[in-house]
């Protein structure tokens, strides 16, 4: 299961480990190494930390597993350091006036904007490299993701909406499956214990992305007397694949105490959503939380009232009126 870095362990990780790893480098590379923001290596954990579901989850056996597996971590690592680099060479003048910023490489003139600019070249012929045994479509389009993502939030927050708008969804929901059952609610408020386990079937029983995984298949299958020749398409709908009886009994109910951690609400295998130990993290702080400040909770208006986005990517209701009484 995915594990969200406290603030301690990423302390621990940037003193033992990263920090002084970068300290010992030769004068010659160290700059280049700050410039990936290899001393602080947190943004990188939040894209390796998914790599445990693969373990957990994958197929895959013996070395193509391994495989995989060193494909994600060096992807992970590549693609964070051409980001960090891309995004210093942007916002280097605005660096110089800050506190915090102004002795990174760039502001500070250990590293010239020629050398970084041919520094980020190479890095952007890497990592998109690294990612052609997924498909040329993944390799091709992370590229200029690279480039635009530092102007994009320059003037705009929608990186960050993007990034959060399914956590956003599921929450919403998770809030209205909640107060149709008061009692789970009241658990989840003052059972800390069981929140892990609460919010991994609230994933599942929610299941907010409403399209089909799109994929190709590599050779000749047969799934439940079905068969699928290589090169055809197939739909895969995550929403279906957590309803499925087989897998969760009752799967049309909302049991908090189930184990339903083989849930696919984050994708599977090495596809999966990178920013999932987040969204984690903010579930198990926003639903408890709620619920106990406001244990009466309740939404204003009949629940057939709601309307929902039926036809969006991601499900969820257009509005979600609520009152309630709060309890400090």
Not at 12 to 40: C, E, G, N, T, W
Not at 131 to 147: E, H, M, N, Q, R
């Amino acid at each position: 299961m995915s594990h969200v870095l406290t603030r301690p362990e990423r302390r621990l990780l940037h003193s033992r480990f990263a920090a002084p790893f970068v300290a010992a480098a030769p004068d010659p590379i160290r700059p280049y190494l700050r410039l990936m923001r290899v001393q602080a290596p947190i943004g990188t954990w939040l894209w390796l930390l998914p790599g445990r579901w693969t373990l957990a989850l994958s197929p895959l056996e013996g070395w193509a597993l391994v495989g995989d597996l060193v494909l994600f971590g060096l992807s992970a690592i590549a693609m964070r350091a051409s980001i960090c680099t891309v995004n210093d060479l942007v916002d280097r003048d605005i660096d110089a006036q800050v506190e915090r910023t102004k002795s990174r490489p760039l502001p500070s003139g250990e590293v010239s904007v020629a050398a970084a600019l041919v520094f980020a070249a190479v890095q952007l012929v890497i990592t998109p490299a690294l990612l052609i045994p997924t498909g040329w479509p993944a390799a091709l389009a992370s590229f200029p993701l690279f480039v635009v993502c530092p102007y994009v939030k320059r003037g705009t927050s929608v990186p960050q909406v993007w990034l959060g708008i399914t956590t956003v969804n599921t929450l919403t929901m998770s809030v209205l499956a909640l107060m149709r059952d008061p009692e789970q609610a009241r658990k989840l408020a003052t059972e800390p214990e069981a929140v892990p386990r609460a919010v991994e079937e609230l994933l599942r029983y929610t299941a907010v992305i409403h399209f089909g995984m799109r994929r190709v298949a590599t050779e000749d299958l047969d799934i439940a007397g079905t068969v699928i020749r290589a090169g055809e398409g197939v739909i895969c709908p995550l929403q279906s694949a957590n309803r499925d009886e087989t897998a969760f009994p009752d799967p049309d109910v909302l049991d908090r105490t189930r184990d339903a951690r083989k849930h696919v609400a984050f994708g599977f295998g090495i596809h999966q959503c990178v920013g999932q130990p987040l969204a984690r993290a903010e579930l198990r702080v926003a639903l408890p939380e709620l619920f106990r400040r406001f244990p009466d909770l309740r939404t204003t208006v009949p629940m057939d009232r709601i309307a929902f986005r039926d036809r969006a990517i991601v499900y969820g209701p257009v509005r979600l009126p609520v009152t309630g009484t709060a309890r400090r």
